[in-house]
């Protein structure tokens, strides 16, 4: 048999992962090398169009599976290019491999497209190594390991050409993985690979005591889920029904308890909307919370604080009274059995609920396609078991507040980096890996035009995806904050795009509605047939910064 080569060695340690595809655009270097040695061991190569695209599909798979997703790109300006995409994996908290060009160490005198991927990625990854010849799949396996522990995020690769050809070696990583390489027990990213020890990690007994007394004590708690819930929904929703409790969750934890769950409140952003439940709690109890979720407000809060998390070292708006560190799982177990106050009431926490509802669902525009009436006729349209996409922008508060999700990844967003251009690359990724679940995509026109290429990448693939663009020729919620400055209106309308004769001419159906019976034909009719569908919704603004107002202030 041929010697391994390195390039066989990264394949070797994603496909023991379980990675199935690779995305990217690949220059000419060490990127061909790897997709070819992929494809030999039945590693799809899905090209995008720019490479933060390409970024933002991997990171969706990799949200969707909780196996690392994969990227190649060429040195320079294509590493360069896909930062935005790296960016979200490491702020989002999804699992990123990056595998990017370089030119060889003999080359070292070359300055042409010559760009410090080390340096430029500092930022924006968890650790980064040169492979070299010798190294071998352990090296890599040692970096998945790395993006994968919480917080899960980005990792880096740099190969060269030269050295993707070179042999690769079999011994233990430099970090000091176990030596056999290829071991099932070392190799397989299974969930437990990920929670920690329980004579090393596990809270103490005195700090579970310290929980279990402030949980005693009160009468009105109130749990604030954030994206670590997403891997332990199942304690969560357990322990909300004990304690007959309000939940809020973040944007990257909705459906970690259903929206239709009358526990469930609605969203938590840091915001005013969900004060006037959590002002009344006299605990919180934050369930994976992520401080990198919340807009920049102080805590508004004066109750104790209860955190049960996967990591230390967050930073936090304000420091919790006491935290239990370690599987999320075993900090809800801890707490059973503690507090049966029941201080809420049903029609207490049903008034909350509607009230939060309605600070979005009365904006309403009456005779014109609006934020509130595009996710309302989307919903009646979309067929059953829909995967959404959001991406950011003015539109998201109402898609984030109506849409009703009823498990983790039921809605894909960017949160702790907020990007634009998020929702149609992640809805492609999310279609590919699981192509027997339609996917909606929600992108204002500011967001498509930033990846508007990747409908030609739909559209080669055959994704099952109804893309709805709200367009209404403005970067609107940056216009808002414009107004409410009370500067002149400058750099933020556009004229209107016809998106629909852009979506045909990539090979997509596509559509175009003004109201909100054209526009939920449309959709029915988007995914009456496979392929990627484009519904064009000429909507309204007005009401736009009154959403604003009524979830953030």
Request: include cysteine.
């Amino acid at each position: 048999m041929p010697a391994m080569t390195v390039a066989d060695a990264v394949i070797e340690a994603l496909v023991q992962a379980g990675v199935r595809r690779i995305f990217g655009i690949p220059g000419g270097g060490s990127s061909l090398d790897i997709i070819e040695a992929g494809a030999k061991r039945g590693i799809d190569f899905v090209l995008a169009r720019t490479e933060t695209s390409a970024a933002l599909m991997a990171a969706a798979t990799a949200e969707i599976t909780g196996i690392p997703g994969v990227i190649v790109t060429g040195l320079g300006p294509g590493a360069a290019n896909a930062t935005n995409g790296i960016a979200y994996a490491q702020l989002d908290r999804a699992p990123l491999l990056v595998i990017a060009d370089r030119f060889d160490d003999a080359e070292s005198y070359v300055s042409h497209q010559a760009v410090d991927h080390g340096k430029l990625f500092a930022e924006v990854v968890k650790g980064s190594r040169v492979l070299r010849s010798g190294d071998g799949p352990a090296d890599v396996t040692a970096l998945l390991r790395l993006a994968l522990a919480h917080p899960q995020g980005a990792v880096h690769i740099d190969l060269s050409s030269k050295q993707a050809g070179a042999p690769a070696g079999l011994r233990a990583a430099r970090t000091g993985a176990a030596p056999d390489a290829f071991s099932e027990a070392d190799n397989v990213f299974s969930e437990i690979d990920n929670v920690f020890s329980e004579i090393d990690n596990v809270f103490s007994e005195i700090d579970s005591g310290a929980a279990r007394a402030l949980l005693a004590a009160a009468r009105k708690p109130a749990i604030l889920a954030g994206l670590q819930a997403r891997h332990a929904s199942e304690p969560l929703r357990a322990l909300a029904a004990e304690l007959a409790c309000p939940v809020f969750t973040t944007f990257k934890a909705k459906g970690a308890l259903p929206d239709d769950d009358p526990l469930c409140i609605g969203l938590t952003t840091g915001g005013t909307a969900e004060a006037p439940c959590l002002g009344d709690a006299d605990l919180l109890i934050l369930y994976g919370f992520d401080p990198v979720e919340l807009i920049p407000q102080p805590w508004k809060y004066g109750a104790p604080i209860v955190e049960l998390g996967l990591v230390r070292g967050l930073a936090h708006y304000r420091a919790p009274d006491v935290s239990l560190i370690g599987p999320l799982a075993a900090g809800a177990a801890a707490l059973r059995g503690t507090n049966r106050a029941g201080g809420w009431n049903v029609a207490e926490l049903g008034t909350h609920k509607a009230n939060l509802r309605a600070r979005i669902a009365r904006h309403v525009t009456p005779g014109a396609l609006g934020a509130v009436e595009v996710v309302e006729a989307a919903a009646r349209a979309a067929p059953e078991g829909v995967r959404v996409t959001v991406d950011a922008g003015a539109h998201m508060f109402a898609v984030m507040s109506l849409w009703r999700a009823r498990a983790v990844n039921d809605v894909i967003i960017s949160d702790g980096l907020s990007t634009m251009g998020l929702a149609l690359p992640a809805a492609i990724g999310a279609a590919l890996e699981t192509p027997e679940r339609p996917v909606m995509c929600f992108t204002g026109d500011g967001g498509l035009m930033m990846c508007l290429g990747e409908l030609a990448t739909a559209a080669e693939n055959g994704c099952n995806i109804a893309v709805v663009v709200l367009n209404d020729a403005a970067l609107s919620l940056i216009d808002v904050k414009q107004q409410k400055r009370g500067l002149p209106t400058r750099g933020v309308r556009y004229p209107r795009t016809d998106f629909a004769l852009l979506a045909r001419g990539m090979g997509c159906r596509a559509f175009t509605a003004r109201d909100a019976p054209e526009l939920e034909a449309a959709i029915k009719a988007g995914f009456a047939a496979p392929g990627p569908a484009l519904i064009d919704a000429h909507v309204d603004p007005a009401k736009y910064s009154a959403q604003v107002d009524a979830l953030r202030a």
